[in-house]
C-alpha cells in the first residue's frame, strides 16, 4: 500500500508541463470558473436546491484539505509532512471557518466577509500560484488537489454571495478588512512558531504564512504585512464593485425586459 500511494501521488516527468499562464494553467482557469458561475446561475434558477448544494461543497473542502494533510508525505521523495499545509495561509484557514460559518448558525451572521473573502483568496492563488506549479505534470497529485481545494472554496464562494443566503451591503465593506487583520495576527503567531529563523535560530525551517515575513518577495518584515493586506483586501473591494456592478446591470434588464412586455400588451 505504501508503495502504491507514493507511485500514485509523487511527481512525475511528462513530456508536458503546468506553467504560469500556460496552456494547462488557462484551462484550468477556465474549467474552475465556468463550472463555479455555471452553478451560481444554476442554483439562482433553483433556490431550493442552494443549502444542499453549499452543504455539499463544504463537505468536500473539508475532505480534500484534511485527506491532503495524510497524502502529503507519499508526494515528497524523503516522506515528510508539508507542514505549510497547516491553516495558516489565507486559503487553508478559510476551509475550517467556511466549515464554522456553513454548518454553525451562531456565525452565520459572520458568512458575508468570509465568502467575500473566500471569492477574493483562491481567485489570486489561482492566477498566480506561484511555486505550487512549473515543472511538473499538471495531471500529478501536486497540481490536481491545489485546483480541486481551491476551486471547490472559490465555487463555495460565488454560490454563496449569489445564493440569497445573505444580502451583502456596500457599507459592510470594511468587514473583509477586520477579519483580514484577525486571521494576519494569527498568522503571524505561525510564522514564529515554526520559523527557526527568528530569535537566533538556524534558519532551516522557514514558512512565510499570508505572505507577511516578506521573504518571498524581497520585501522589509516590516512593510510587507500592509502590502500583503493592501492587496488582499484591495481585490476583495474590486469583488464587491463587480457583484453590485452586476446587480445593477441585472435589474436594467429586468426593467427593460418588463418596459418592452408591458409595449406589447
Not at 63 to 88: E, G
Not at 112 to 135: D, H, K, N, Q, R
Not at 178 to 190: D, N, Y
Request: glycine share 6%.
Amino acid at each position: 500500500m505504501h508503495n502504491f500511494l507514493i507511485h500514485l501521488l509523487e511527481k512525475k516527468e511528462e513530456p508536458f508541463e503546468i506553467a504560469f499562464l500556460n496552456v494547462f494553467h488557462i484551462l484550468y482557469l477556465l474549467i474552475i470558473l465556468s463550472l463555479s458561475i455555471g452553478l451560481a446561475f444554476y442554483l439562482r434558477k433553483h433556490p431550493e436546491r442552494s443549502e444542499a448544494t453549499l452543504r455539499k461543497l463544504t463537505y468536500a473542502l473539508v475532505i480534500v484539505y484534511v485527506a491532503d494533510i495524510f497524502l502529503q508525505p507519499f508526494v515528497s521523495s524523503d516522506f515528510t509532512m508539508n507542514i505549510d499545509k497547516l491553516p495558516f495561509h489565507l486559503c487553508t484557514v478559510l476551509c475550517p471557518i467556511v466549515a464554522f460559518v456553513q454548518f454553525n448558525k451562531k456565525f452565520e451572521r459572520f458568512i458575508e466577509p468570509v465568502a467575500f473573502l473566500a471569492v477574493t483568496a483562491p481567485l489570486m492563488y489561482l492566477v498566480y500560484p506561484g511555486s505550487a506549479i512549473g515543472e511538473i505534470s499538471p495531471f500529478c497529485y501536486k497540481i490536481l488537489q491545489t485546483f480541486v481545494y481551491h476551486g471547490l472554496l472559490l465555487a463555495w464562494a460565488i454560490c454563496t454571495v449569489s445564493s440569497g443566503k445573505f444580502t451583502p451591503k456596500f457599507k459592510n465593506c470594511y468587514k473583509p478588512l477586520v477579519l483580514l487583520v484577525i486571521l494576519a495576527v494569527w498568522a503571524t503567531f505561525g510564522n514564529f512558531a515554526y520559523n527557526t529563523a527568528y530569535a537566533g535560530g538556524d534558519g532551516n525551517h522557514h514558512y512565510d504564512w499570508l505572505f507577511l515575513t516578506g521573504s518571498s518577495f524581497g520585501m522589509s518584515p516590516y512593510i510587507m504585512p500592509f502590502l500583503s493586506i493592501a492587496a488582499i483586501y484591495g481585490t476583495t473591494l474590486c469583488v464587491y464593485g463587480i457583484y453590485f456592478g452586476w446587480i445593477k446591470i441585472m435589474a436594467k434588464m429586468t426593467a427593460s425586459k418588463a418596459i418592452k412586455e408591458a409595449a406589447t400588451k
